[in-house]
Structure formats: structure tokens, C-alpha cells
């Protein structure tokens, strides 16, 4: 069993930066994937971000790529988001989740365990 706590999230005017953090508790990070997902109001959940769980593979949508880096450091439990540049479309609820593979998944419905959820709202 895993439990996700996430952190982070907030306000901020578009070209802003944020950084969200994830503590997981319970045994076996190491052995688990990481992902984080973002869902906007009305929308499905989708990939925003996964890496693996030794954090030599990752995985970006391209709609982040080259302004938010996913990160992880398997000795204090914690996977992290960091996003920069952000834009109004960025503005979503975003989810940590773990899935225990050693492989990089990018459906939501093969990760096990979730965070809570934290806002992001990116004004114009």
C-alpha cells in the first residue's frame, strides 16, 4: 500500500513557474512508477508526465515538453513536477500517481495509487 501527498500547487500569471512535490509513504517507492496527470473541467484525466522508477526514462506529453521536467529522489520518497512557462491551458487539477512496474505507463487506469489532487490556476 501507497500513499500519495501532494503539494504545490497555487496560482500564478502566465510565464510563471511552480513546483510540485509528491511524498509517498508505505514500502517500495523505488520499485514504482510515477506519474502525474492534470484535469481541466469537463475533461478526461491525461498524461502530463512519468518517469521511471529508477528516474533514467521518462516520459513528457508533448504539450509540456521543454517547460516542465518530472524528477524523483528515491531516498526521501519523492517524486517532483517542475513547471515552468506555464499558460492558461495549463490550468487543471494534477494528480501523483504510482504504478509498481519498472516500466513508464501513460494510462491513467494503470496506475494504482492516486494523490489528492492539487490546483493549478494559470491567469492570463
Known amino acids: 500500500q501507497v500513499q500519495l501527498v501532494e503539494s504545490g500547487g497555487g496560482l500564478v500569471q502566465a510565464g510563471g513557474s511552480l513546483r510540485h512535490s509528491c511524498a509517498a509513504s508505505?514500502?517500495?517507492?523505488?520499485?514504482?512508477?510515477m506519474g502525474w496527470f492534470r484535469q481541466a473541467p469537463g475533461k478526461q484525466r491525461n498524461i502530463v508526465a512519468a518517469i521511471n522508477w529508477s528516474g533514467g526514462s521518462t516520459y513528457y506529453a508533448d504539450s509540456v515538453k521543454g517547460r516542465f521536467t518530472i524528477s524523483r529522489d528515491n531516498a526521501k520518497n519523492t517524486v517532483y513536477l517542475q513547471m515552468n512557462s506555464l499558460k492558461p491551458e495549463d490550468t487543471a487539477v494534477y494528480y501523483c500517481?504510482?504504478?509498481?512496474?519498472?516500466?513508464?505507463?501513460?494510462?491513467?487506469?494503470?496506475?494504482?495509487?492516486w494523490g489528492q489532487g492539487t490546483q493549478v490556476t494559470v491567469s492570463s
Open positions: 508505505g514500502r517500495g517507492f523505488s520499485t514504482y512508477a
Open positions: 500517481a504510482a504504478d509498481h512496474t519498472f516500466t513508464v505507463h501513460t494510462t491513467w487506469s494503470t496506475y494504482e495509487y
